[in-house]
């Protein structure tokens, strides 16, 4: 049991619940905000996971597509090259044959035309478009208008006359002088680039497509039925936003123009380095943004489940603490009421000595306070509880020992000492303080002896004078002379009585008034040999022998080795063990003849007058 609250060192209970109050609360919105933190940085990460994964997709197909794209241009070019040779051999099934293997070669390509300068075509992979003329088409309009033998042209898709949505790449032939003289066509084929863009598809809610830089969309994977229109350049749809940013590549999130979809897109421009063409194409791959953002708002939603949890149990648990702590201050209240009003002194002490509390009356009665013994050893400044004079070694403290093995002690008879340094007597028990079966400190319960001690010792002391006066009435009786009885006087005070030296003394008349001892008994070793004293008002008058005669009075000296009237004499006591004197004047017949001296080894003459 700790003592240490008991002492009303400590802030109330009320500002420890404001205190504990605050703490928790700043604790809980610390951990909110680091919570809001986490999520925030959870959704960038997110974020910047699936944008970079969709942007390493679109560029899959951007390059895919490139290498497609130069192919088919080298293969134009090719075809224009030998279109001359071909003309004169006027071998159309030999051409055919060139256009098939050329096709075949090329798996996305699904077929290659030759229009003349009037848009009728001259040479095809097949038969049935044999004079045709398709000078309404925009593709060749395209060329004819761009008039760039170097240029691949890349028009808008349409509807072929096979009833497929299509796109070309088509070149310009030139004449001698440059001139428009025809255009050879690559009619791209949609279920080779439908292969490509499924390729790179690894969720269910991920579509891709391929669109036009004029806006027309050229092929959409999967499919989507329900479209707005195929026309992305719309404002604010993904492909004007990114077109009108100038950027290669843009990650965009919003409503799908072609789809009303919430979408999060990678959207690149393609435009082959090797290649020269009219008008970019624009890919886009993307996903469904509730999809992208489901895992997060679980894990988020999980995440503020358990603070709401942590929030609730902290808030329980700690007024349940207050509710408990409340209960346990009034249960120490009331110890500490109880403690503090007992009349018998009691202290409480740890391991190393430190005392830990003082009542009321062990204040009183030793006159230390808890303040000042507050870091204070059992053996510093309160000195040591269990010797009389000097500190004792721990093996011989019956407090020390009850710390070392936990036993409790009762000690009917001990000395004390106060903060004054004086020693008073008492009777203590000392027993061991455990908390969980381990030894923590002692509590000492005393009784201050003090007046029983003096009533026991004014019991005998008036014990032995009544003992001594019946002894002196029987030597009265039986001397034979004054020397004899005066000796057995002296004799009966010693042995009965417990001074150390008992002496009487005649009044001299001569010159110097001096004291003559006539008769003794006890311990003197030469003392009142060398003893100068007289009975006149000077420095060797002022002793208790001299004080009595002169003033006939019981001259008292309570304390031979602080009264400075008896220091001619102090040397000489102190060696001998003298503590207090008293005299008392003989007086025969109204006159002083001399006086008896008693000698006692303590301070036994405080309560004469009593």
């Known amino acids: 049991m700790n003592f240490k609250h008991l002492n009303d060192t400590t802030p109330s209970s009320a500002t420890q619940y404001r205190l504990m109050w605050m703490m928790l609360m700043g604790f809980l919105a610390i951990a909110g905000v680091l919570l809001i933190l986490y999520i925030r940085m959870d959704y960038q990460r997110t974020l910047q996971q699936n944008s970079d994964r969709l942007l390493s997709q679109a560029r899959v197909i951007n390059v895919n597509l490139e290498h497609q794209v130069n192919g088919i241009y080298n293969a134009l070019k090719g075809i224009r090259k030998d279109l001359p040779e071909w003309q004169k051999s006027h071998n159309k099934a030999g051409i055919k044959r060139r256009l098939v293997g050329l096709r075949e070669a090329l798996p996305g390509v699904r077929r290659f035309i030759v229009l003349d300068a009037d848009g009728t075509v001259q040479s095809s992979?097949?038969?049935?478009?044999?004079?045709?003329?398709?000078?309404?088409?925009?593709?060749?309009?395209?060329?004819?208008?761009?008039?760039?033998?170097?240029t691949l042209y890349l028009a808008p898709p349409f509807i072929s006359v096979t009833k497929i949505w299509s796109m070309t790449a088509s070149i310009m032939i030139a004449g001698p002088n440059g001139e428009f003289n025809g255009i050879i066509v690559a009619t791209l084929d949609p279920s080779y680039f439908k292969t490509l863009m499924e390729s790179v598809l690894y969720t269910p809610d991920m579509w891709s497509l391929i669109a036009h830089g004029d806006g027309l969309m050229f092929l959409l994977v999967p499919e989507k039925k329900e479209i707005k229109s195929n026309n992305l350049k719309q404002p604010g749809s993904f492909f004007s936003r990114h077109m009108d940013s100038g950027r290669k590549e843009n990650i965009l999130r919003g409503i799908v123009y072609a789809t009303g979809e919430n979408r999060i897109a990678a959207v690149t421009t393609f435009n082959?380095?090797?290649v020269p063409i009219d008008t970019p194409l624009v890919i886009m791959v993307s996903r469904d943004w509730n999809a992208v953002q489901a895992p997060w708002l679980q894990n988020s939603l999980i995440?503020?489940?358990?603070?709401?949890?942590?929030?609730?149990?902290?808030?329980?648990?700690?007024?349940?603490?207050?509710?408990?702590?409340?209960e346990l201050d009034h249960l120490l209240q009331f110890q500490t009421s109880i403690l503090k009003s007992a009349g018998e002194g009691i202290f409480g002490i740890g391991l190393k000595g430190d005392v830990t509390f003082l009542n009321r009356a062990a204040e009183r009665i030793t006159g230390w306070t808890i303040d000042?013994?507050?870091?204070?050893?059992?053996?510093?400044?309160?000195?040591?509880?269990?010797?009389?004079?000097?500190?004792?070694?721990?093996?011989?403290?019956?407090?020390?020992?009850?710390?070392?093995?936990?036993?409790?002690?009762?000690?009917?008879?001990?000395?004390?000492?106060k903060r004054d340094g004086t020693f008073f007597p008492v009777g203590f028990t000392v027993a061991p303080l455990f908390e969980q079966d381990t030894l923590t400190g002692a509590v000492i319960v005393f009784h201050d002896l003090t007046e029983r001690k003096k009533n026991e010792a004014e019991l005998l002391r008036v014990n032995r004078a009544l003992k001594s006066l019946s002894f002196c009435n029987k030597a009265l009786i039986e001397a034979n002379d004054e020397n004899e009885l005066l000796e057995r006087i002296c004799r009966i005070l010693v042995e009965?009585?417990?001074y150390r030296l008992a002496w009487i003394g005649f009044a001299m008349h001569d010159?110097?008034?001096?004291?003559k001892p006539i008769a003794k008994w006890g311990y003197e070793d030469g003392y009142l040999e060398a003893l100068?004293?007289?009975?006149?008002?000077?420095?060797?008058?002022?002793?208790?022998?001299?004080?009595?005669?002169?003033?006939?009075?019981?001259?008292?000296?309570?304390?031979?080795?602080?009264?400075?009237?008896?220091?001619?004499?102090?040397?000489?006591?102190?060696?001998?063990?003298?503590?207090?004197?008293?005299?008392?004047?003989?007086?025969?017949?109204?006159?002083?003849?001399?006086?008896?001296?008693?000698?006692?080894?303590?301070n036994l003459w405080v309560n004469f007058r009593k």
């Open 511 to 515: 010159e110097a008034k001096s004291i």
């Open 125 to 150: 992979d097949s038969d049935d478009l044999i004079r045709s003329n398709f000078r309404y088409r925009e593709y060749y309009n395209r060329v004819k208008r761009g008039g760039n033998a170097e």
């Open 496 to 498: 009965n009585s417990g």
């Open 532 to 602: 100068n004293v007289v009975w006149t008002d000077s420095p060797l008058g002022q002793g208790p022998s001299g004080t009595a005669i002169r003033t006939r009075q019981p001259a008292i000296r309570n304390n031979l080795l602080t009264d400075d009237k008896y220091e001619p004499w102090r040397n000489d006591a102190k060696i001998r063990g003298y503590a207090s004197s008293a005299s008392f004047p003989f007086v025969i017949n109204e006159s002083v003849i001399g006086s008896l001296n008693m000698v006692h080894p303590q």
């Open 372 to 417: 000042e013994l507050n870091n204070s050893r059992f053996n510093g400044a309160f000195f040591s509880f269990c010797c009389e004079s000097t500190p004792c070694p721990a093996i011989q403290c019956d407090i020390k020992q009850t710390l070392q093995d936990g036993v409790t002690r009762s000690i009917p008879d001990k000395s004390f000492i």
């Open 303 to 326: 995440l503020f489940l358990i603070y709401l949890l942590f929030v609730a149990g902290s808030v329980f648990s700690v007024r349940f603490m207050m509710q408990r702590r409340v």
């Open 272 to 274: 082959p380095k090797l």
